[in-house]
């Protein structure tokens, strides 16, 4: 026989009874970390989660809606670590505390960093919607740590020139180019010492 006889992967728990909307995108999760975003649709879900091709259409009404979902969950995820990192920095080592946190996040789930930061689906996301919402979000926790320190007028340029520098190191890391921790770039620069 070829694989497990009820046509599950080996060690992955399907659906019981529960929230079918978050059983699948919790799914979709593994399955992103595992093969990329790219490997996901709503009939293998189905199938790891033990239930009918049509079900996952009563919580997502196509592919894109269940990645905006888990792409959502990312930026709530990510925004939370670095929200928890600023206020463990304190007001002189919140901004290289966060740096920390965001190459932490970026290395550990690099293929939902991707469809984060590397997809269409933020650019292409709603005014309002919820993965909006979530990604602003994200991008306001640096712009606050940055605003004791940085001219008011200078405070969104200055964010979105770290956050490139941060976004650049982990996806350089991702492709191959950088091979040490990124941790030991972010201690070692000078961009994210207090002034």
């Known amino acids: 026989m070829n694989g497990p006889p009820n046509g599950k992967a080996p060690g992955r728990a399907g659906y019981h009874h529960g929230d079918l909307r978050r059983a699948l995108v919790r799914i ?19 199938r790891l989660a033990g239930v009918s091709q049509p079900a996952p259409y009563r919580h997502f009404a196509d592919r894109d809606a269940l990645l905006e979902a888990v792409t959502t969950e ?22 290289k505390a966060m740096a920390l946190a965001y190459v932490a996040f970026g290395e550990a ?17 709603g005014t309002g919607s919820a993965l909006e919402t979530a990604a602003v979000d994200a991008f306001s926790r640096l712009r606050e740590a940055l605003s004791p320190t940085a001219p008011a007028d200078r405070i969104q340029e200055e964010a979105q020139l770290i956050w490139a520098q941060l976004h650049g190191l982990v996806m350089l890391k991702a492709d191959g180019h ?5 941790a030991e770039l972010v201690e070692v620069s000078r961009l994210f010492k207090p002034s």
Do not use: T
């Not at 990312?74 to 901004?95: H, I, K, P, S």
């Open 178 to 182: 950088i091979r040490r921790p990124l």
């Open 109 to 125: 789930n690099i293929e939902l960093y991707r469809l984060m930061f590397a997809s269409r689906l933020v650019p292409e996301a």
């Open 74 to 95: 990312g930026f709530e995820e990510f925004a939370a670590a670095l929200a928890a990192a600023a206020a463990a920095g304190g007001r002189d080592g919140a901004l």
């Open 28 to 46: 979709a999760r593994e399955q992103i970390a595992e093969s990329g975003a790219h490997a996901v649709s709503l009939a293998s879900l189905a």
